[in-house]
């Protein structure tokens, strides 16, 4: 028994030994380097057969294991991004020139040489830090006191402020506090021959960066004010870089977060927000429970083995809540520029910095963001794909994909612009391109099979509209609303969904009854408002428009949107709902070929709604003539394109009286 218990104790001891050996490769800061010799020294005391035991040395195990100081070197090269952006990826301008100018400027700041103010009341000593610093590169200003030191500050701004803590007039400590009013980003570094634990203790509290006596190493200034410089310029170059792609399914927004961590040069995570409900998930667990384990972003950037990866969170709109605590108020300190270099996970239970990352975030839906998390995030509306970009899209880069997925890459298929615009329109109804690139592969495979089976007749093959509709079968959608009568009570509306533009048509009828309003369609409470306040405007002004004063006396009215098992909500059928609601009172038939869309006031007028880009390519697909837009939608109308508005003839109202008028007239 004594030798196994030697032999455990020697093991033991090995371990510790071995632990204490990886502190200096870590390349941990100062405070963490502080814990981990701290829960070492804990190990040491306690048996190895302990639970104790196995709980520390997993917690110092995966301290050792995060990157702290490593970090990919990015690659400044403009050029090189956007030929990477415009080769991966066929359209959405804007979108690449935001992430263009987010490179620049990191090539701006990086390529600037950093600003030094030394402040010293001993000549020597200030000219010889001057000349040091100098030769390594940086612009260096002096100042023989704080009074002076403060007017250079008001001229500029200093990333490094090294000062003497005793000088006349002015101290070091009263120094640093002008400091954080005049240049709050520079980072102050003391220096003092009266050195003490005190003094630097409440250095440190005033906001001090670093604490250096003398007599001093130059190698120690020089790495002090290295180290100084790389925090400040990581904290510029990254503030204001959290970005949130919000826009339909299919349209690209997780790849071109690839793209961009590809140009940039630095590693690319990925983390699934959809349906998290749980705080832990992103601050981890406190090591107080069994089992416990740091949070997502910890965890990704540990893989990453960097400390400045492009980490995705998709679907950050649809985070849930519920009694374990608000994931989106967990992520609130994680993309604040301001508190995101000392981010503190629970498991972790030291400060970590994330202030190198470059957050993108996902989104269907913007709004669903809560407005405190909305706040810190830059928004960037991905719209939906026109037909002629999604027909380039096909013939660039998903048929070429497609041929080397399933095998044909020997026999590659041609497929002609009119094949695929027949299953843009006929098997697909979509803002982005996810289905489109569905129903090529499955053309594909079938030409696939069709090889495989009869090898001795292969040979080109060319896929044409008649092969798509052999292939896939009949049409799945129709989209002509062009084509319908003009009926009492009927109207065209148009609307945004979580998949892209679509119209709707709202159907109102009136039976005798008592006064009731039934509303059907599995519409949402905002729809259901729309509703109620159209029915008001139009009692409300029921002479106006030559309609009984006391029709709702006597009669119920039922308002329907079809496809009733589809929830609908949102402001964007006000106007419609008004218009059907005077087109059943007066007898006047609506016409299907023109679409409206608007939020009504209770005064009549059409207040601006979102996503006019996907409901206008949206009445296009239908057929659709004339679209009424909200006169205050002008400046979005305004910057479209042809291939939106094409075939469109649109007219801007400010009146819901207005957009009757057209929609109720016989041309």
Known sequence: MSFFRKEEEKDHSGTIEELRGLIARAGMPEYARQVVEREIDTLSKITAASAEYGIGLAYVEYLFSLPWSRKTEDTLDLDRAETILNERHYGLGRIKQRILEHLAVKILIQGKAPQVLVVDDEEIARKNIEHILKKDGYEVAAAANGAEALGKMELREFDVIMTDLRMEKMNGIDLIEKARIRCPGSKVIMITAYGSVDTAVEAMK?????????????????????????????????????????????????????????????????????????????????????????????????????????????????????????????????????????????????????????????????????EPLRDRMEVIEFTAYTEDEKVKIALGYLVPRQISEQGLSGLAPEFTEGAIRKIVREQTSEAGIRDLERQIASVCRKIASDLVRHRESAGNVTVTDETVERLLGIRKYYFEAADGKARVGVTTGLVRTVVGGDIIFVE??????????????????????????????????????????????TCDIHIHVPAGAIPKDGPSAGATIAVALISLLTGKPARRDVALTGELTLSGGLLPVGGIKEKLLAARRAGVKSVLLPLRNRTEVECLGSEVTGGLDIRLVDRVEEAADRVLSGN
Do not use: W
């Open 508 to 553: 109102a009828a009136k039976m005798k009854g008592h006064k009731d309003l039934i509303l059907t369609g599995s519409l949402g409470n905002v729809m259901r408002e729309s509703a109620q306040a159209a029915l008001s405007y139009v009692r409300s002004n029921a002479v106006s428009f030559g309609i009984a004063e006391d029709f709702f006396e």
């Open 206 to 370: 005033k906001g001090a960066f670093h604490y250096i006596t003398k007599p001093f190493k130059l190698e120690e200034v020089r790495a002090a004010v290295r180290l100084a410089v790389e925090k400040r310029l990581s904290v510029l170059s990254t503030k204001g870089s959290v970005l949130c792609f919000a826009g339909p399914p299919g349209t690209g927004k997780t790849s071109l977060g690839r793209t961009i961590a590809e140009a940039l040069g630095r590693k690319f995570s990925r983390i699934s927000l959809g349906g998290i409900k749980d705080e832990a998930e992103i601050r981890g667990h406190r090591r107080t429970y069994a089992g416990a384990m740091p949070g997502r972003i910890v965890e990704e950037i540990r893989r990453s083995q960097v400390m400045n990866p492009v980490l995705m969170l998709d679907e950050v709109d649809k985070i849930g809540q519920d009694f374990k605590g608000d994931s989106s108020s967990a992520l609130l300190e994680v993309f604040d520029p301001e508190q995101n270099h000392s981010f503190l996970d629970h498991y972790l239970d030291i400060p970590f910095d994330l202030s190198n990352v470059m957050f993108i975030m996902t989104a269907n839906v913007p709004e669903a963001i809560s």
